[in-house]
């Protein structure tokens, strides 16, 4: 009952109001955008959804034109060089994801669920499965981005997409209150920009291994 009815109303009550009162947001960064890289001022990929059906997945663009398409961005030799600067400070403020409050309204979405994993993900992927993570709508954000998000190594962070997955299927107040720790966890994450570790998947261990040797 939460997850087919209650969790689907609130994502389209919460994905038509963001995109009503962020309008002003929408048209000042696109401006922004434009100014700062010449091209479209959208980007979509092919990312992972439930039942493991493929879906475009909308975000502020912030890299250039000559990036690599469909390719994470730990997997690039030097993302850094890609980024825009604009796109630096949409990335670090997650503002970059808010184009996805669409993909929300439309359903290929949740607000809270385990992040949609790019089509080529395998690994991901196929943590994911062990778990039944590929099962539920990917949210925009969810229990692996509140603890740890790119510093997170991928076995983690499919077991923490698992864990969500349990109480979610639990229902009734604890998969509310599991969402609602979610959605305040992001809050506080963002204002810290906690995680956001340019290199992608365990980037920051990978750095700290390197510190210490």
């Known amino acids: 009952m939460y997850e087919r009815v209650i969790k ?5 009550i919460l994905s038509a109001a963001a995109m009503i009162l962020l309008g002003w947001l929408y048209l000042l960064l696109g401006l922004l955008i434009k100014l700062d890289d010449p ?59 808010i184009p996805q409050v669409w993909d929300i309204f439309v359903g290929n979405m949740s607000i809270i669920g385990p992040r949609p994993a790019l089509w080529n993900q395998d690994d991901l992927i ?60 992001t809050i506080f994450s963002v204002l810290r920009s906690d995680g956001v570790v340019e290199g992608g998947t365990g980037e920051l261990k990978k750095q700290k291994e390197t510190v210490r040797s």
């Open 39 to 97: 091209g479209p001022v959208f980007f979509t990929q092919k990312r992972v959804g439930m039942g493991k059906k493929l879906f475009p997945l909308h975000k502020f663009r912030s890299m250039k034109m000559s990036t690599p398409h469909d390719m994470p961005t730990h997997l690039l030799s030097n993302p850094e060089q890609y980024i825009t600067k604009m796109g630096r400070f949409l990335r670090k403020s997650s503002l970059d994801e």
């Open 8 to 12: 689907r109303l609130l994502d389209l």
């Open 126 to 185: 196929a943590e994911r499965d062990k778990y039944g993570a590929n099962d539920v709508r990917p949210g925009l954000t969810g229990w692996a981005q509140i603890n740890g998000r790119d510093e997170l190594e991928i076995p983690v962070k499919a077991k923490l997409d698992g864990d969500y997955v349990r109480i979610l299927k639990q229902g009734g107040w604890k998969a509310f209150a599991m969402d609602c720790r979610c959605f305040l966890g």
